[in-house]
């Protein structure tokens, strides 16, 4: 795997591309990093020249002091690619940078993939209160041993969260799988503290949904949190012409439970599109 760096917006990014054709860039969640596009790289590339990197205070790429921003991080690493177009597809946090992406600089996206996707400015109202007060003491746990230095127990507990979601248990999951998000977790913990200011998008992303006006192809797991179900509704119900697209049995990682299913329903939506 052949990883490239370049200085952007103050950080030294790690990227990977691979490919040809129209761009397509990758973009993971909070609890990863790049490793998470592993089964999307190879078939993606056969038909897209594809860019996946880490975001800012993920994997290789140092979190240092300074004002900065992931959108205007995502237009630097296009610009020193010479991209100037692009389809944007992000897990979670990479899903709500995307959509920052598509409304900073819309003209530079042709189609656009939230996958279980986070939301700036959105703060669903959720039904199962049991399911949300157990996930909330899970990460109150998790946070507890991650403090304590206890990153093994902190990201099995996040695991519980994320890679099984609500409604099944551990020995459900594929232990691959969870074992992947796992190690990606104990690498993220132990990265240093972020030490920049983040300037968000303003007004934030869930106001201006309707500013949306390329190809949109919403994507999540049945067994995922609530929240991100919820998200997933108000994404689709807001951004004109969305499509979505709930993948069965899978949680916060579809294109790791399911990678064949997953890259079929990306590829043949953008070759619709």
Known sequence: MAFSFADINGTRMRYEVRG?????????SGIADLRLW??????????????RYDVRGYGQTPHPPGIYSDYEDLKGLLDHLSIDQTVVLGCSMGGAIAIDFALAYPGRVTALIPVASALNGYEPEETDVAAKEERERLFTESNAAYEAGDFQTAAHLYARVWADGPKRSSDQVDPEVRAQAIAMMLDMFELPEDEGSEQPLKPPAAERLSEIKVPTLVMVGDYDVETILLTADYLAENISGASKEVMAEVAHYPNMEKPAEFNQIVLDFLKAV
Do not use: E, K
């Open 38 to 51: 592993d089964d999307q790289m190879d078939v993606f590339a056969s038909h897209h020249r594809v860019i």
């Open 20 to 28: 040809d054709g129209d761009p397509l860039v990758l973009i993971h």
